[in-house]
C-alpha cells in the first residue's frame, strides 16, 4: 500500500499494471470494479479511490516455497527414529534403567522435554528426527540469513542435539553467507584519555551538497575546527591545519583514516617537521577516528540546517553551535573546556545581566579637580606635554585641563600624567610672568584666579 501511494503519480491511468503482493487481502482490494470488502482495516479504507490504481493483474507471492517439513512428516520420522522412537516411550513412561549414548543428550534436559500429538517438544520448538534434519537445515539456509539469524530462527522452531554446531558448520561452508556475514565485533581498545585541550586532534574530510571540508576535533575538549576546502589537495590540507596550529598550537598526535591527502608524504612531512606524530586508522576500520567521524556527522546535521549565506557563514553558524552545546563525552560545552567560561550567545539577552566588575580604567586612581597634570599637547610647536590643571571629569575617563593660558583642553586619561603637587605658594603678584609657561608651570593655575588653596594638598 506504501508503495502504491507513493508512486500513484507514476502508475495511475498506466493501462497494464500489474500487482504483486504477499498480503491477500489486498488480492481482493485491488481487483478492477471488486467491491469495497466488508470488513477492511482503516488504513485501506483511508486510501482515496483516486489513488488505488486500475490494476490489469494481481497476484499473490507465496511467502516460501513450499514448508518443507510439516508436522506429519515430523510425527511419521519420529516413530521411526530409534533413539526418538525411545524416547518418546520415555517421555511417555519411565526412562529406563540404563541410558544409552544416543539418548543422553535427551536424558541431560529431560525436564524440558514433553510430547504432543505424537511430537516431542523441547519447551515449545520441535525435536526433529534426524532424517529430516538436512531439509529443516537446507530450508532455514535458502534465505542465507546468516548464523546469528539461522540460529535465532531456530530458537524458535526446532530443536536437535548439536543442531548450533550444524548451522555454524553449514553457514560456514557456504560462500554466499561468508561473503554478507558481518565483520567480526571490533575488538579495540579505547584511545588513552588525553589530559588537556588539543593534544590528540582528529582529522577527516567530508562532503556537504557540492562541497568539501576539513574536520578537526579535539578529543579532550571536543572542540571542532572545520575549514571548508577549495580543493582535496595536501596544499590545501595544510593550509586549513597550520592554520589550526595557529591558533591551538601544535597537538602531539594527529589521528586521521587513509585519506589521499592526509596520508600524502607533504603532509607527512608537515606534521613531522612541526614535532606532531601521525596516526592513520587501518583501511576499512574507520572505528578507530570515530570521533571525527561522530563530528562529520555532527556537523552535516546543523550545516544543513543553516542553509542561508556562504559556506564560510553557514561553517561558521555550525561551528558556534557545535561549540556552546555540552558534548555528551565532556558533559561541558567545547567553549566552556577551552575558555573555562561560556561564549555568549544571542539567548544571553535573556538573562539579567549580573552585575560585572568595574572596567580596569575605571579603577585608574581618579583625577581630582585641582590636580596638577601634564596633559598631551597637540598644539603646533607646543611640547609634548604641557601643564595644567584637571577643572572636571567628564564621564569615566575624560577630564577638562586648564592650561597655564587658561585654555581648556579635553584629553582622556592616557592623555595625561599626574603631575607633582604645587609647592605651597607664597602670594604672588598677579603679573606672574607667564614667559617660559613649561619650565615654570606649577604656579600658572593661580595667574588668573591669583593665590588659591591647592585642594589636592588639602587632600592629602
Ligand atoms: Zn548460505
Not at 170 to 182: D, G, L, N, S
Not at 419 to 428: E, V, Y
Request: hydrophobic residues 35%; proline residues 11%; glycine residues 6%.
Amino acid at each position: 500500500m506504501f508503495g502504491i501511494t507513493k508512486f500513484h503519480e507514476c502508475i495511475n491511468g498506466r493501462s497494464n499494471l500489474t500487482i504483486y503482493t504477499d498480503h491477500k487481502p489486498l488480492v481482493g482490494f485491488f481487483k478492477p470494479h471488486a467491491p469495497t470488502p466488508e470488513h477492511i482495516s482503516p488504513r485501506l479504507l483511508r486510501c482515496n479511490d483516486d489513488i488505488v490504481p486500475d490494476a490489469v493483474g494481481i497476484h499473490l507471492l507465496e511467502l516460501s516455497s513450499g514448508i518443507p517439513v510439516n508436522r506429519k512428516d515430523i510425527v511419521e520420522a519420529t516413530q521411526q527414529d530409534p533413539v526418538l522412537r525411545v524416547l518418546y516411550d520415555a517421555l511417555s513412561t519411565t526412562w529406563p534403567d540404563v541410558i544409552t549414548t544416543p539418548l543422553q543428550p535427551y536424558y541431560n534436559i529431560k525436564m524440558e522435554l514433553t510430547t504432543l500429538d505424537g511430537c516431542i517438544l523441547r519447551g515449545d520448538r520441535v525435536v526433529v528426527p534426524e532424517v529430516l534434519r538436512g531439509r529443516v537445515l537446507a530450508s532455514l539456509h535458502a534465505a542465507h540469513h546468516g548464523m546469528t539469524k539461522m540460529k535465532a530462527i531456530m530458537q524458535s522452531y526446532a530443536w536437535w542435539p548439536g543442531v548450533t554446531t550444524n548451522i555454524t558448520d553449514i553457514v560456514k561452508a557456504c560462500p554466499t553467507c561468508r561473503e554478507h556475514q558481518r565483520n567480526p565485533t571490533p575488538s579495540y581498545t579505547p584511545w588513552p584519555t588525553p589530559s588537556r585541550h588539543w593534544e590528540r586532534v582528529h582529522g577527516d574530510f567530508c562532503y556537504v551538497d557540492g562541497q568539501n571540508f576539513l574536520i578537526l576535533i579535539d578529543a579532550w575538549s571536543r572542540w571542532p575546527e572545520i575549514y571548508p576546502v577549495r580543493n582535496l589537495t595536501a596544499a590545501e590540507l595544510i593550509r586549513c591545519v597550520r592554520t589550526a596550529f595557529a591558533t591551538h598550537g601544535v597537538p602531539n598526535l594527529f589521528v586521521s583514516d587513509n585519506g589521499r591527502q592526509l596520508v600524502s608524504p607533504d603532509f607527512e612531512n608537515f606534521l613531522a617537521r612541526n614535532g606532531c606524530q601521525h596516526l592513520t586508522s587501518a583501511p576499512y576500520f574507520p572505528q578507530s577516528n570515530g570521533l571525527a567521524e561522530r563530528t562529520v556527522a555532527t556537523f552535516k546535521g546543523f550545516v544543513k540546517k543553516f542553509n542561508e549565506g556562504d559556506w564560510h557563514a553557514r561553517t561558521d553558524r555550525a561551528l558556534f553551535a557545535m561549540r556552546i552545546t555540552p558534548s555528551s563525552a565532556t558533559g561541558e560545552a567545547p567553549a566552556v573546556r577551552v575558555f573555562n567560561r561560556p561564549l555568549r550567545t544571542p539567548w544571553d539577552v535573556m538573562k539579567p545581566t549580573p552585575p560585572h566588575p568595574e572596567p580596569e580604567a575605571n579603577r585608574l586612581p581618579r583625577l581630582e579637580p585641582g590636580q596638577p597634570v601634564s596633559f598631551r599637547d597637540h598644539r603646533p610647536g607646543a611640547a609634548k606635554f604641557s601643564p595644567g590643571h584637571i577643572v572636571a571629569t567628564l564621564g569615566n575617563k575624560m577630564y577638562t585641563v586648564r592650561d597655564a593660558t587658561g585654555q581648556i583642553h579635553v584629553r582622556n586619561i592616557n592623555q595625561l600624567h599626574r603631575a607633582p603637587p604645587d609647592p605651597p605658594t607664597p602670594a604672588q603678584p598677579r603679573a606672574a610672568p607667564k614667559k617660559d609657561v613649561a619650565a615654570d608651570w606649577t604656579v600658572l593655575d593661580i595667574e588668573d584666579d591669583g593665590p588659591q588653596p591647592d585642594p589636592t594638598q588639602q587632600g592629602r
